[in-house]
């Protein structure tokens, strides 16, 4: 039997901006088939946004929902989460948002261990403000600020986060939908700071300025790239330039900062 996905939808905000070719609208679907197995709530959960093209998601969707300024997605998620700690709370953010302008509340939230479930859409751009090169643009590709080609190192997103602190850290393409949409699930279920970076094709930003075709093929570039984590930790550091390395980085159960703070509170109460 086929899910009505449309139930999850604020159908009145469709046809959507996205261009044509874009990844995102794969990693709504992928978001919306986890929230779909776990049998959330629309009233349970709050979807917060930033700036950017993947920060558009929240009008999309029927639940309770942030679209805050640029890079502050992770702040204002977190004074949800402290005010509702019941609540399920996902941001949606991009590369830019949330590296950039964001970088500080990412780590920051990582280092916390709040429960949180952070999606980064990746596609290497500041796609919806004019193209501008982000901290994950890989080295030698071409944006509006970077017309002769990157020269800086990226940020490689999971790692960062995985050694900020977070509990649970995944990365998949949109080629890979289904096994993104697992990795979305397994963030929400666990307890702590959880983020899984999507890679998604932007042919009109990125792949237009760079040559690399339409966003069939931009796709196709994603699988043939894409790298199983086990696969990757047998190849040398030359092997793996330009390949996307796919998998759970890392998955453990560590304190989470909402519940440690009300101990605080209530070991406080205690001693007045």
Known sequence: M???????????KFPHIWCSGCGHGIVLKALLRAIDRLELRKDNIVMVSGIGCSSRTPGYVDFNTLHTTHGRAIAFATGVKMAKPEMNVIVVTGDGDATAIGGNHLIHAARRNIDLTVVVFNNYIYGMTGGQGSPTTPRGMKASTLPFGNIEQPFDVCHLAAAAGAAYVARATAYQARLLDKFIERGIRRKGFALIEAMSPCPTSYGRKNRLGDGAT?????????????????????????????????????????EEYDRLIMAAAQRA
């Open 2 to 12: 086929l899910t009505d996905y449309t139930k999850y939808l604020r159908m009145t």
């Open 218 to 258: 931009m796709l196709r570039q994603l699988k043939e790239t894409s790298v199983k984590i086990t696969e990757a930790e047998k190849m040398t550091p030359e092997e793996l330039v330009d390949k996307i390395v796919v998998g759970t980085f890392k998955d453990v159960d560590t304190p989470e900062y909402v």
